[in-house]
């Protein structure tokens, strides 16, 4: 037992010494460990970038559009732009000539003829490097994200790129750093912040229906057995081999942290996050790989306290059979909504008639449904009141793909600030490396870097432009 504790004791000191070695003083994106915390830090803004808080470019009388990536998310992307009035689909790049082929031969079959197309591994620079596009469109795995959204930008182009955005805090800020150096546009394409349940929660919220928000929830809780197969060259099962943490948490924080306001009039102060072993992991490991070795856990939760005193519950969960659920869940002090397993409002005070029955589980429910329908049309919130229809017929997750790209395209053509911002890409994609340190020092907290660089107060609420 004695022998047993001195292990133990040890292998947390090597931990400690192991991260403040890898994480030395000169760099400036890593963090130390003090008093059992794990502390990153948060450099000055270098005296040649401008904050992007509320950045409005100037307007696009029409976006032309390059697209890189056309495996599983591209195609579908090209197909939504051909929808889209204010933008022009001007080149189609992938690894795969065939790839690029297909899609040229969609979009003539839709009339549409002059799209150049290129393919190979250094394709993608070519792309970015043309000067009569506007927009980069990335839809490639996660590895390659950020280093191809900061080479459109350093080459003048918005962009627009898959989630998550980075996948180390190191990426993060270079993103950041970049989009305030070159003054373009980095959204990343988070999908989810434009579903219609989630935008009108949140704009029932902003007027008040749920009281002050105390505590919010959301989730990728996604069976991904019958799709492992469909990455090319397993990119994703391979990544999640190497790596603790919530690899994939902007779909859960995305729609959570407009609710909550991050960086427009809160911020995340720290997080701790906590996994199981590998079980299915590791069978499927075994499996692909012939060996056992999985270091993703089956389920990952990461809590988040915020300045303002409100938490946050972020879960991962990508190989048990569950029902797919992003779980977005907003508790309030006048109200609460829920979109799974079951959409639902509940709004003021519980009464009960008589005496209350402790026992009685159902006497507290959600309101009924045809209050819950007139909600929704009463709270439908205003950028999808003149497209939600075409984006239902157009498709993409139920609509919400197409009001993304909608509206991606309706600021840049008015001039307006992008719905997400670059500090959004940043802060949610963080979650990815914050969370796997928090596990491999014991689920210690850590104090996240701030990428606004103090400036998170300045904006209050989330705003659209209109």
């Known amino acids: 037992m004695v022998k047993k504790r001195i292990s133990q004791i040890v292998g947390t000191m090597f931990l400690a010494v192991m991260a403040i070695t890898s994480c030395a003083e000169k760099n400036d994106y890593g963090y130390k460990l003090k008093d059992g915390r794990i502390v990153y830090n948060t450099p000055p803004r270098p ?43 001007v080149a189609l790049c992938d690894l795969l000539e065939e790839r ?129 197969d469909l990455y090319q060259g397993d990119w994703r099962m391979k990544y999640n081999k190497e790596h603790h ?75 048990n059979p569950r029902p797919y659920s992003r779980m977005f869940q907003v508790t309030g002090t006048k109200g609460f909504a829920n979109k799974y397993p079951v959409q639902g409002f509940a709004l003021g005070e519980v009464k009960l008639e008589g005496q209350p029955d402790f026992e009685n589980l159902d006497a507290e429910q959600f309101v009924s449904d045809e209050l819950r329908l007139k909600l929704m049309a009463e709270y439908q919130h205003p950028i999808t009141k003149d497209v939600l229809a075409l984006a239902k017929k157009v498709g993409g997750h139920g609509g919400m793909d197409f009001i993304m790209d909608y509206r991606l395209v309706y600021c840049l053509h008015n001039g307006l600030p992008l719905d997400q911002d670059v500090y959004d890409a940043a802060e949610w994609s963080s979650l990815v490396e914050l969370s796997e340190v928090s596990i491999l020092h014991g689920s210690a907290p850590v104090d996240m870097p701030d990428f606004t660089r103090g400036e998170w107060n300045i904006h209050k609420g989330v705003h659209f432009a209109l």
Request: aromatic share 10%.
């Open 245 to 319: 943490g919530d690899v994939y948490p902007t779909h859960g924080i995305g729609p959570v942290a407009m609710v909550l306001g991050l960086h427009r009039g809160d911020k995340m102060d720290y997080l701790v996050s906590m996994d199981t072993d590998s079980f299915h992991g590791k069978d499927l490991s075994e499996k692909r790989y012939g060996d056992r070795e999985y270091a993703n856990g089956d389920h990952t939760a990461t809590y988040i306290r915020t300045h303002n005193g409100r938490t946050i519950e972020i879960q991962h969960d990508t190989y």
């Open 100 to 228: 690029v082929k297909a899609e040229q031969k969609k979009l003539a079959d839709k009339g549409i003829n002059e799209v150049d197309g290129y393919w190979g591994e250094q394709a993608w620079k070519q792309v970015c490097e043309r000067e009569d596009i506007d927009l980069i469109y990335l839809a490639v795995p996660w590895q390659y994200h950020t280093q191809m959204a900061v080479y459109a930008m350093e080459h003048g182009k918005h962009v627009a790129v898959e989630v998550p955005a980075a996948t180390s805090i190191k990426e993060c800020w270079d993103l950041v750093n970049t989009s305030e150096r070159t003054r373009r546009h980095c959204m990343m394409l988070e999908n989810c912040v434009y579903d219609d349940f989630e935008l009108t929660t949140l704009n029932m919220a902003q007027h008040g229906l749920f009281g002050d928000i105390v505590h919010v929830e959301g989730a990728y809780i996604h069976n991904l057995d019958p799709y492992w």
């Open 47 to 89: 005296s040649d970038q401008i904050s992007m808080l509320g950045y409005a470019a100037d307007p696009i009388e029409n976006v032309r559009v390059g697209f890189i990536g056309l495996g599983m998310r591209g195609p579908g992307a090209v197909d939504r732009f051909t929808y889209l009035e204010d933008a022009t689909i």
